[in-house]
């Protein structure tokens, strides 16, 4: 099975984008922005589809580790030290995906500038050029929110970027980025636009659903989504671990093993939309908080509906809270149109949740866990079969996390 990583990478960003937008109160879609200004300076300089793609998906993915940066700042004031591993995590994490050509430092340098006040103190022509151009699209873009730019203040915009060149990046980047800035490329970065620019400037990049970067990065978006909440660091993680785990005890192929583990790491993709203070809440939701928390799934199915050829992952993920007799959501689905892995993965969505410490209940044994999941399977919500598999295969992690396969089988 072949994936679009294009597409699937543009989905990727919008879930960048609405943590930058929530922690740092970068604007929104700024990523995309990034990635199609590095896509169009790529083009400029005349690079061939696989380095178009590195740099562009370099520059959607820019602060991907983001969620890890902020989570380190709560435990360290060093916040320069923070900013290191930021660019150290970031480079670490877009490294699994599939690319066709070499990215590296792309991301690791994407906050040095000409004049050596970076992270890591570097100066022009010490660090890769891509990172160079992937820093002006990304500094002058939340300096300048280029999608809010009218036209009649373009020559003022390009003079403060002239002037500011090496605070930005380096001159040789910001003079690339000079010549491709226009009229026509800041309409481009509008709001209303930018899905249509990434679209048009990414060239088409698929990669086999069984190639390690894929199930890696699958991994690392997981970790993304876990990151939104210091209550739920490794639900999505355990969940797609927990899969893969099955699979293996069910005699999966390895494309069938890795379409599986994709569906459950994208499964709560939708929840990155949720907001912090209801993810967190000590206590019981009320009616208003739960129906804007169940509004995950929605979102879920519609961001991977982006991606084509994906419907198969795409309802397997975002059917997880359905149940057997309809009582589930969003679609209220019966079981005969729950194939077995959207079944099975509501099933590990539960155990998870169930077995992990919460704001209002702690961590559960295995045998406590499985008790209330018995309880589900009478009463008609979930698969009693897989229950029972569970049951078995689950038992020996009772009170602790399952490995990842990303180190040990792929």
Not at 295 to 319: G, K, W
Request: charged content about 30%.
């Amino acid at each position: 099975m072949k994936i679009a990583m294009d597409k699937l990478c543009i989905v990727f960003s919008r879930a960048f984008d609405v943590i930058e937008e929530e922690q740092i109160g970068a604007s929104e879609r700024h990523s995309m922005r990034v990635a199609a200004l590095c896509a169009k300076m790529g083009k400029k300089l005349g690079f061939d589809a696989d380095a178009l793609s590195g740099i562009a998906t370099c520059g959607m993915f820019h602060d991907n580790a983001l969620t890890e940066y902020h989570l380190s700042m709560q435990n360290d004031s060093s916040g320069e030290r923070n900013m290191l591993l930021h660019c150290e995590k970031g480079q670490e994490n877009v490294s699994w995906l599939p690319f066709r050509t070499k990215i590296d430092g792309f991301i690791l340098f994407h906050h040095e500038c000409g004049i050596g006040t970076g992270p890591f103190r570097r100066r022009d022509g010490e660090f890769p050029f891509e990172a160079a151009l992937i820093a002006a699209a990304d500094a002058c873009d939340v300096d300048n929110r280029f999608q809010a730019v009218p036209p009649k203040d373009l020559p003022a915009l390009r003079s403060k970027i002239d002037r500011l060149a090496d605070t930005y990046s380096t001159r040789k980047a910001i003079d690339v980025l000079l010549e491709i800035l226009d009229e026509e490329v800041l309409e481009s970065l509008r709001d209303e636009n930018i899905s249509r620019t990434l679209d048009n400037d990414l060239p088409r990049w698929e990669a086999d659903i069984t190639e390690p970067g894929v199930i890696r990065a699958a991994g690392f978006l997981a970790r993304v989504i876990d990151y939104k909440s210091q209550f739920t660091q490794k639900h999505t993680s355990q969940i797609a671990n927990r899969a893969w785990l099955m699979a293996e005890s069910y005699g999966y192929n390895e494309e069938n093993k890795a379409s599986l583990f994709l569906a459950a790491s994208l499964h709560d993709i939708g929840k990155i939309k949720t907001p912090i203070e209801i993810l967190e809440k000590q206590g019981k939701l009320d009616d208003r908080e739960f129906k804007i928390i169940k509004n995950h799934v929605a979102y879920t199915r519609s961001m991977l509906n982006e991606v084509p050829d994906f419907e198969l992952i795409t309802n397997r993920a975002a059917n997880h809270h359905e149940k057997l007799d309809g009582s589930g959501y969003a679609l209220g689905t019966n079981a005969e149109d729950l194939d077995f892995d959207s079944r099975l993965i509501a099933c590990l969505d539960i155990y998870q949740a169930v077995s992990e410490p919460r704001p209002y209940h702690d961590a559960r044994s295995h045998e406590e866990t499985i008790s209330i999941l018995r309880d589900m399977a009478e009463k008609g919500f979930i698969d009693a079969d897989i229950v029972k598999d569970v049951d078995s295969v689950m038992a020996e992690y009772s009170m602790q996390n399952v490995p990842s396969p990303l180190d040990e089988k792929v």
